[in-house]
């Protein structure tokens, strides 16, 4: 049961996932972890297991808007004695951040890409929007969290972007 929890599951075309079977499995630096969440009746909670530590972190909240993964991993951060992630502040021109601006999809789901006075922002579906900073190299980190962090795909052109929320990546598509 542990090996199916814990193996990393295959999409259809082969595109490796984060998560095993019914867990999620998003490292914090090169800790491995093994975690699951949800919401039910105005509650939040989150479990996440560090395997290599024998660590086990429990976040219990009122209120469905509580991000219970982010202060999982500060909880964790600071038991591993880990640093927060650095952030930088590389400035971009309007004609920089033009590039980025438009519709990722991944499957169904969109992401958008937009303008807001200087910075760009990313706006999920479920509504969450965060400021992004640029790091250089078409890599940007959410203001508000440095956990979020947003790798833009460059040829010719930008066709897609990975998003890693708190260790958690997916990969979305530029379409619009």
């Known amino acids: 049961g542990w090996n199916l929890l814990t193996t990393e599951q295959r999409l259809a075309d082969g595109t490796p996932t984060d998560y095993g079977l019914g867990v999620n499995l998003a490292p914090l630096a090169d800790a491995e972890c093994v975690s699951y969440g949800g919401a039910v009746a105005g509650a939040r909670a989150f479990v996440a297991y560090y395997p290599a530590i024998d660590l086990t972190v429990v976040v219990l909240a009122r209120g469905e808007d509580v991000e219970v993964d982010r202060i999982q991993r500060r909880v964790a951060r ?99």
């Open 78 to 176: 600071a038991v591993l004695e880990l640093p927060d992630p650095e952030l930088r502040d590389a400035s971009l021109t309007r004609e920089e951040r033009a590039v980025y601006l438009g519709g990722y999809y991944s499957g169904c789901t969109r992401i958008e890409v937009r303008e807001t006075g200087e910075h760009l922002a990313l706006l999920l579906p479920d509504g969450e929007e965060h400021a992004l900073v640029p790091q250089g190299e078409h890599e940007f980190v959410a203001g508000d969290d440095p956990e979020v962090v947003v790798s833009f795909e460059v040829g010719d052109e930008v066709t897609g972007l990975w998003l890693v929320r708190r260790g958690a990546a997916i990969y979305a598509k530029r379409l619009d």
